[in-house]
C-alpha cells in the first residue's frame, strides 16, 4: 500500500520567514503528487500538483514544489509567508489506478503577524 | 468551477442509528470518493467508486457502505453509528485521466452520541 509522509506536525512561523513542508511518499511506479491546503472553516483546495514534465511546480498564493524522484520528495516552498498562509496543509500522491490518492497526516501551518 | 455539495454542514446521532451522508458533483466525474478527517490522522479513505453502482472499500470500510446510483450522487451510510464513528467526513470527486485531481465538498462534521 502507498504511504505518504509529512515530517513536521505543527510549525509556527513570523511573517516574512520562509517555509519549507516536508513529504515523503512511497509508491514506485509513475506517481502523481498533490498538495492540498485547508484555512481555517473552508474546504480542502488544490494548491499545485505534479503530474509530468518539469519537476518544479508552481502553485497559487506563491507556493512551489520539487518533486525528486531519487528521494521520493515532493516538499513545499514558499520564500514569504503571509498570516494569511495559516492552514493545515495535506500531501498526497496517486497511482496505482483508479485515481486513488494518499494523504499525508497534515501539518498545521501557523503564521504569527 | 466544479462544485461538491454535502447534505449537511453538522449532524448529531445517537449510537445505532442509522445515518445517511449524500454528496453530489456537477462536474460529471467519473469516480468519487468518501474520507473521513481526523486530527492527527489526515485523511483516511472509506469508499470510492468509479462508475455508477461500482464501488471499492477503501482504507478503513468497516461499520460503512455506500452507494450510487446515479453519476452525481454518493451517499455514504452508517448502518448502525457509533460513537467511535464520530469525525468530519469529506466527499470529492475527480474525472478519469490526468491529472486526477480531486474536488472537496465542505465536510460534514458528525456526532454519535
Known amino acids: 500500500a502507498q504511504s505518504v509522509s509529512q515530517h513536521n506536525h505543527h510549525v509556527i512561523l513570523s511573517e516574512a520567514a520562509s517555509l519549507e513542508l516536508g513529504c515523503n511518499y512511497s509508491?514506485?511506479?509513475?506517481?502523481?503528487l498533490f498538495w492540498y491546503v485547508q484555512y481555517p472553516g473552508q474546504h480542502l483546495q488544490l494548491l499545485l500538483k505534479y503530474f509530468s514534465g518539469d519537476p518544479l511546480v508552481k502553485g497559487i498564493k506563491g507556493f512551489e514544489a520539487e518533486f525528486i524522484k531519487s528521494k521520493f520528495s515532493f516538499n513545499l516552498r514558499k520564500p514569504s509567508v503571509q498570516w494569511s498562509d495559516t492552514a493545515e496543509y495535506f500531501c498526497?500522491?496517486?497511482?496505482?489506478?483508479?485515481?486513488?490518492?494518499?494523504f499525508g497526516t497534515g501539518t498545521k501551518l501557523q503564521v504569527i503577524p | 468551477d466544479v462544485k461538491v455539495t454535502q447534505s449537511s454542514r453538522y449532524l448529531v446521532k445517537r449510537t445505532g442509528e442509522k445515518v445517511f451522508l449524500e454528496c453530489v458533483q456537477d462536474m460529471d466525474h467519473e469516480n468519487m470518493f468518501w474520507y473521513r478527517q481526523d486530527p492527527g490522522l489526515g485523511l483516511r479513505l472509506i469508499y470510492f467508486s468509479y462508475d455508477v453502482k461500482m464501488k471499492e472499500k477503501g482504507d478503513i470500510p468497516e461499520g460503512y457502505s455506500v452507494s450510487r446510483e446515479k453519476k452525481e450522487r454518493f451517499s455514504l451510510i452508517l448502518e448502525s453509528a457509533s460513537t467511535n464513528q464520530t469525525s468530519m467526513y469529506l466527499c470529492a470527486s475527480s474525472q478519469t485521466g490526468p491529472p486526477y485531481e480531486q474536488y472537496f465538498g465542505p465536510g460534514t462534521r458528525l456526532t454519535v452520541t
Open positions: 498526497a500522491s496517486g497511482g496505482g489506478g483508479y485515481q486513488k490518492v494518499t
Open positions: 509508491y514506485g511506479g509513475t506517481v502523481n
